[in-house]
């Protein structure tokens, strides 16, 4: 499925915000006979090294043909690019951070995929073994049969409950005031994510980035803030599976697809959703919150969509993955983060 006109192109950008806050994104391509079979990028990432104190570099943008002397030779330019800046370890695919899609598909290929979570053929896993990778770390999803599915009525008396209890609600983000409104997404975003294994925290500048992007396909009744006692308590955001309409413009000419992506957006209903963030503000924790905005966000989405993907979610995530399978969450797809050491090779 190609993605969207150049939401790949503008990451490479010299003027990008990745560029401007934290590092270099170094792009190479490899051809044959004067055709493209294969792209990756070697990225420093100042940000996440000055964070955990360490010297890893990462690779990214990785599209290769099933052949492993063209993913040797990708892979290879980015070891040179990464022992040339100090690097002793290279991790990927990071699209280009851990903020950004990142990892390998390693099950349910024949599935669409889904907004802001990759996809790739099914042999890219061995070649990135049979070059010394090896897996690192596992990200799930759930799937939320939304059209089949009620939460157990105990679970809905609990929610009711702690709604009376702490004065729970929901309200939407404002849009006019998007900026305001993201603040406390990103620290949600922050506090929630902070024990995750390579988390680096998102900045405003970043988020405002993906704002623009996300504001041409949100729909403003899924982005959720909950409020306990008249104070913003969590965040919940879905967003609508914008790749069912991508997938639509597969065999578009190239010089239309932007145009049908248009008039798609007005004619097509979406089906299907990626429920991408939830959260709840660190003096909030520990009252059932979670289970709440889960809640909240399950039935928002019940009344426009057929199908609800959650996560990513690392599998360390127990209290989120326990309350999402009590509304019904059902285990999806795996992704993998691969990395290699090369203290070896600089030696």
Known sequence: MPPFPGSIAKFLALDSAFHRRHGVITAFLAERAGRPVGRVAA??????????????????????????????????????????????????????????????????FDQLPIIGLPWNPSYYSKLLEDMGFQKARSLYTLNLPLHR??????????????????????????????????????????ATLERNWGFVPISMEDLLAAAEDIRAIADPRLLLIGESEGRDAGVAITLPNFNEILAATKNTPHWLRLLHIFILMKTRKIKTCRQTVLGVVPEFRDRGLHAWLIYEQFREAQKHFCDATLGWL??????????????????DREWAIFEKSLKILSR
């Open 43 to 108: 990225i420093i990432n100042r940000s996440h090294n000055e964070y955990h104190k360490d010297c890893v570099g990462f690779f990214g943008f990785f599209e290769c043909e099933d052949n492993p002397a063209t993913a040797a030779a990708l892979l290879g330019k980015v070891t040179e690019t990464l022992l040339v800046a100090g690097m002793d370890t290279v991790r990927g695919p990071y699209n280009p951070s851990i903020n950004d899609d990142c990892g390998i598909l390693l099950n349910r």
């Open 149 to 190: 599915l009620e939460p157990p009525e105990r679970f809905e008396r609990i929610v009711e409950h702690m709604k009376k209890r702490s004065k729970l609600k929901t309200r939407t983000m404002n849009i006019a005031r998007l900026e305001d409104e993201l603040v406390i997404v990103r620290d949600v975003y922050n």
């Open 314 to 331: 690392e599998d360390t995530n127990s209290e989120i993955i326990k309350n999402c399978r009590l509304v019904g969450g059902e285990t």
